[in-house]
């Protein structure tokens, strides 16, 4: 077996991990009654760019919460590669996974109804920097709504 080959091997397992790594939804759909560790003053309405994704908080009425939660939902789940991992818009958490196209990485977002509004948390799995792809499909949902 020459190196080239070693290599190849090596490639193709990390992919199969990445791709068919177990899902626990109790891992990701998680309470975001607290702020990331990285966050240290949120900006309302804006999207905060965090090493491993992106957060905001939404100021909303109740009324609308449940209604852009539900509107969200509908984008979520148009969204290429993505499916809803746990929750639905009338529990007030749902998470999504969505996937990269050629590696299939899987990124996370929860979104939750709050006493202030809508908080959005968008994460990775794999890694420590998403290269803003988190921030980048957080902003394109939200301009959607």
Same mark, same amino acid.
């Given at each position: 077996? &020459? %190196?080239?080959? @070693?290599? %190849?091997? $090596?490639?193709?397992?990390?992919?199969a991990?990445v791709? !068919?790594?177990? +899902? &626990?939804?109790?891992?990701?759909?998680?309470? $975001?009654?607290?702020?990331?560790?990285? /966050?240290? #003053?949120? *900006?309302?309405?804006?999207? +905060?760019? @965090?090493? &491993?994704?992106?957060?905001?908080? !939404?100021?909303?009425?109740?009324?609308?919460?449940? +209604?852009? %939660?539900? #509107?969200?939902?509908?984008?979520?789940?148009?969204?290429?590669?993505?499916?809803? /991992?746990?929750? *639905?818009?009338? *529990? =007030?958490?749902?998470?999504?996974? +969505?996937?990269?196209?050629?590696? =299939?990485?899987?990124?996370?977002?929860?979104?939750?109804?709050?006493?202030?509004? @809508?908080?959005?948390?968008?994460?990775?799995?794999?890694? *420590?920097?998403?290269? =803003?792809? &988190?921030?980048?499909? $957080?902003?394109?949902?939200?301009? #959607? !709504?």
């Amino acid at each position: 077996m &020459n %190196l080239a080959t @070693l290599a %190849l091997m $090596l490639l193709a397992g990390f992919m199969a991990y990445v791709r !068919l790594a177990p +899902t &626990n939804p109790a891992d990701w759909h998680s309470d $975001l009654g607290q702020r990331p560790t990285a /966050l240290v #003053k949120p *900006s309302p309405d804006a999207v +905060t760019t @965090l090493p &491993n994704g992106a957060y905001t908080d !939404l100021h909303l009425s109740p009324d609308q919460a449940q +209604t852009t %939660l539900a #509107k969200l939902d509908v984008l979520a789940l148009a969204t290429p590669r993505t499916r809803r /991992l746990a929750g *639905s818009a009338a *529990s =007030g958490r749902i998470t999504w996974q +969505t996937r990269s196209l050629i590696w =299939g990485f899987p990124d996370y977002t929860t979104a939750q109804i709050t006493a202030d509004g @809508l908080t959005i948390f968008a994460r990775q799995r794999f890694g *420590s920097q998403d290269m =803003g792809v &988190n921030t980048a499909r $957080l902003r394109d949902w939200l301009a #959607k !709504l």
